[in-house]
């Protein structure tokens, strides 16, 4: 929790130099063709032929895209976006943490197991990080109370292991949910403004829709590009998890297989 806790404050403050160089790159750029149109002759724009303007970049275009759409919803859609990648990020880091190569610890296991009894492969267990060594120390530390009591003891810490590996991970799917309906709340709540300013004119005129329109459409994007983004971690975590498990439960069963070959 720690981690997660220190690198939310990280991309948090990430965010927040990001949008402050954003403002004041867009107040420059304001300055400058301002000074630019006052200083610029009369004459010389008559003899001169305008130049087509430059297509903006991706990013300018999406900074530009951001800021219309209103500090409010794209705020907090963007909040989802930060909290949502800073969990997803600690879980990948933790999930591949916890792979281990089981084939090479059962063989290990079953090594010290014939060499040097359940201590020595206890031993080997704690020197392997992972549920699995974990799982398997505790099936060791109960085979002294027989193999039924030591695959209980599997099956109980499994579920425990499981448990840890799948902490924060509902988080990851409330963002992917929240963000799209924030925009969507966005969007309706700008579609309200508009007809508000329609109301308050009298007529039915294009260009007092148009701004509104256009920033409620924009919090509806950008909701679901967060979804969209999200979802994808979302499911590459969740076949980590499952992919996890299965081998829990097969080196769970080949722990009891040992244990009973052991004994006999």
Excluded: H
């Excluded at 996890?244 to 070959?261: F, G, H, K, R």
């Amino acid at each position: 929790m720690k981690r997660f806790f220190s690198l939310t404050v990280l991309l948090l403050c990430l965010m927040a130099s990001a949008t402050t160089a954003i403002a004041q790159e867009t107040d420059s750029l304001a300055v400058q063709e301002t000074e630019v149109a006052s200083e610029a002759p009369a004459e010389m724009a008559q003899e001169q032929p305008q130049e087509a303007p430059k297509k903006a970049g991706f990013t300018q275009e999406l900074k530009k895209r951001f800021i219309e759409g209103g500090p409010g919803f794209m705020g907090i859609v963007l909040l989802c976006l930060i909290l949502g990648l800073a969990i997803a990020i600690e879980r990948i880091i933790f999930l591949n943490l916890s792979t281990t190569n089981t084939a090479k610890l059962t063989a290990s296991v079953e090594e010290a197991l014939g060499s040097g009894g359940v201590e020595a492969a206890k031993e080997v267990c704690r020197n392997t990080k992972g549920p699995v060594a974990s799982i398997f120390y505790q099936g060791l530390d109960r085979s002294s109370e027989g193999v039924e009591n030591a695959e209980k003891a599997v099956v109980a810490y499994g579920g425990v292991q499981m448990g840890q590996l799948e902490k924060n991970v509902s988080w990851i799917s409330l963002f992917i949910a929240l963000a799209p309906m924030l925009g969507f709340m966005g969007t309706v709540i700008g579609m309200i403004q508009a007809f508000d300013k329609i109301e308050a004119a009298g007529d039915m005129q294009p260009s007092l829709v148009a701004g509104g329109i256009k920033v409620a459409l924009l919090t509806t994007v950008f909701g679901l590009i967060v979804a969209i983004i999200l979802q994808i971690f979302y499911n590459y975590i969740i076949s980590k998890i499952d992919s996890i498990v299965n081998d829990m439960e097969d080196a769970s069963i080949t722990l009891i297989d040992l244990l009973a070959a052991n004994q006999k």
